[in-house]
């Protein structure tokens, strides 16, 4: 959808689709109240859900069944996820990053100028995360790569030997925990891989990788 970006001109600026998924009511109405007016958005109601909408999904905590939504969401291939969360450990972000959620906000900081700002960058493509978790995160694939890598540089646009045994596995469609029982790595190494290797590269998420590395000729 586009409106008319001010009055007295003729430039269109496009409105992004939103649904909102939480399970507490009082909570969605709340998010919902916030947003409603935003010129930005153009917020969609609970049975009306484009593929390509951006989903603002609320939780406490990410426990088994945001996961599962989670997850969900991104073997379906439809639109970007904005996660607004109340508290959320470095495991946790690990796992919402490896199922494609593009955006973080914690609850506590979720105003209407915070939210929308994460919906746009998720509707982009882009990542936004809090700068504390990005720095954990950034630190945590730091210290594992130092660990895997200690006796060897690690090429800047490149993938070292366990990048490319860790792709090739995913490229095989293994899950995260057959990787890591293939390889005798742990499960958070085996995210940690993937996750430093997006960073670096700029890649979106794990076809992305896979793609990238068979085009650069590392799966030959």
């Given amino acids: 959808m586009y409106v008319i970006a001010s009055p007295g ?4 600026q496009r409105r ?9 009511p009082v909570i969605h109405a709340g998010i919902v109240s916030i947003l409603r007016h935003r010129p930005e958005l153009n917020l969609q109601g609970r049975d009306a859900r484009p593929d ?13 069944q945001a ?9 379906t291939g439809k639109g970007q996820t904005v996660l607004v969360v109340g508290r959320i450990r470095e495991a946790e972000l690990l796992g919402a990053l490896e199922c494609g959620v593009r955006a973080i906000v914690r609850r506590q900081d979720a105003s209407p100028e915070r939210i929308v700002r994460a919906v746009q960058s998720a509707d982009h493509g882009a990542g936004d995360l809090p700068p504390d978790l990005l720095g954990g995160l950034l630190g945590s694939i730091g210290r594992s790569l ?6 060897r540089e690690m090429p800047l646009t490149g993938f070292s030997e366990r ?31 993937l996750q430093g290797i997006m960073l670096r590269l700029g890649l979106r998420n794990r076809p992305h990788v896979v793609a990238y590395a068979a085009r650069e000729g590392y799966l030959r």
């Fill in 67 to 75: 996961l599962e939504t989670l997850r969900r969401r991104w073997r």
């Fill in 9 to 12: 001109t003729q430039t269109l």
């Fill in 163 to 193: 990048e490319i045994d860790v792709v090739r596995l995913v490229g095989e469609g293994l899950e995260t925990r057959e990787i890591a029982e293939k390889l005798s790595y742990s499960e958070r190494t085996v995210k940690n891989v």
């Fill in 16 to 24: 992004i689709d939103v649904t909102i998924q939480c399970d507490d």
């Fill in 52 to 64: 390509d909408a951006v989903l603002v999904l609320v939780v406490d905590t990410i426990d088994d």
């Fill in 146 to 151: 130092r660990r895997g890598t200690a006796a």
